[in-house]
């Protein structure tokens, strides 16, 4: 099993950042793809980024491109969300995720066998 862990989430304006963090334990070498999803009230979970694990390809919404990255230290088992120019419409829980699948679409979020507690970001005009 992993275990996963968010932190970072917050408070803020318009225009500003946070970053997210998700510290994984547990069999971190299972790990294929480590991913982002958000899910707004009402809404359901979407994709937000993905990154492999060991290669480091990256993959994103459209949604938060040129705003948001994702980065990881595998040294420390753990990812990163950097989120810049928040707008209001990116307020939701943010969970990172775990993918042991090889292949398969990054964004789907039924591959993923593990998730952490979620953390939520308010962003306010």
């Known amino acids: 099993q992993v275990q996963l862990v968010e932190s970072g989430g917050g408070l803020v304006q318009a225009g500003d950042s946070l970053r997210l963090s998700c510290a994984a334990s547990g069999r971190t070498l299972s790990i294929y793809v480590m991913g982002w999803f958000r899910q707004a009230p009402g809404k359901e979970r979407e994709f937000v980024s993905g990154i492999h694990w060991s290669g480091g390809s990256t993959s994103i919404a459209d949604s938060v491109k040129g705003r948001f990255t994702i980065s990881r230290d595998n040294a420390k088992n753990e990812v990163y969300l950097q989120m810049n120019s928040l707008k209001v419409e990116d307020t939701a829980v943010y969970y990172c995720?775990?993918?042991?699948?090889?292949?398969?679409?990054?964004?789907?979020?039924?591959?993923?066998?593990?998730w952490g507690q979620g953390t939520q970001v308010t962003v306010s005009s």
């Open positions: 995720a775990v993918n042991r699948r090889f292949g398969g679409r990054w964004d789907d979020r039924s591959r993923y066998d593990y």
